[in-house]
T-cell receptor
Framework: DGGITQSPKYLFRKEGQNVTLSCEQN?????MYWYRQDPGQGLRLIYY???????QKGDIAEGYSVSREKKESFPLTVTSAQKNPTAFYLC????????????FGPGTRLTVT | QKEVEQDPGPLSVPEGAIVSLNCTYS??????FMWYRQYSRKGPELLMY????GNKEDGRFTAQVDKSSKYISLFIRDSQPSDSATYLC????????????FGTGTSLTVIP
């Protein structure tokens, strides 16, 4: 089955801890994205990557970091510097960035207390 | 002004009704238009993808793009309770830095 997997589905952390969200795709897509979704605010872009070892900040990158060491993997680290990290995080991929459609993973719900 | 505007609803219709969902946009360079369906606590699922203007039909779903009016629509015929979800529009262009721009979503409930 081709698709995007995100793990875990639910994640709980204490304030002050860094946490890494996993995203893997087997669609052979070049571009990968991380979004944050909060009620009433729609999707907000955190980071995106068009090729391995290259990534760009989105609209709300502060307090987050990413890596793209392999084409199929794009992990997101939520650092303790992120002021309001509790949210639903969505990973997505696209064959070639903005030229084609985008597919989403099932999401990770992060709760920080 | 937001790049993409979408009425958040909520929209409530009886089963079997025709549903019309709409988005307007400001960037005339947008060429690629998508509609997603998102169930609660799930990732968005791509429903329709169109390039430039015109109509595209897939089963009960029809996507329309009117680039002259900067307006896109998704029609759902013979709506079912299983269509109850939030619908997101999205769009992109070759000059938008490989980013996608989303509406905030319209919440739809189909009443049996």
């Amino acid at each position: 089955d081709g698709g995007i997997t995100q793990s875990p589905k639910y994640l709980f952390r204490k304030e002050g801890q860094n946490v890494t969200l996993s995203c893997e795709q087997n669609l052979n897509h070049d571009a990968m994205y991380w979004y944050r979704q909060d009620p009433g605010q729609g999707l907000r872009l955190i980071y995106y990557s068009q090729i391995v070892n290259d990534f760009q900040k989105g609209d709300i990158a502060e307090g987050y970091s990413v890596s793209r060491e392999k084409k199929e993997s794009f992990p997101l680290t939520v650092t303790s510097a992120q002021k309001n990290p509790t949210a639903f995080y969505l990973c997505a991929s696209s064959p070639r960035g903005g030229l084609y459609e985008q597919y989403f993973g099932p999401g990770t719900r992060l709760t920080v207390t | 002004q937001k790049e993409v505007e979408q009425d958040p609803g909520p929209l409530s219709v009886p089963e079997g009704a025709i549903v019309s969902l709409n988005c307007t946009y400001s960037n005339s360079a947008f060429q690629y238009f998508m509609w997603y369906r998102q169930y609660s606590r799930k990732g968005p699922e791509l429903l329709m993808y169109t390039y430039s203007s015109g109509n595209k039909e897939d089963g009960r779903f029809t996507a329309q793009v009117d680039k002259s009016s900067k307006y896109i629509s998704l029609f759902i015929r013979d709506s079912q309770p299983s269509d109850s979800a939030t619908y997101l529009c999205a769009m992109s262009a070759t000059n938008t830095g490989n980013q996608f721009y989303f509406g905030t979503g319209t919440s739809l409930t189909v009443i049996p």
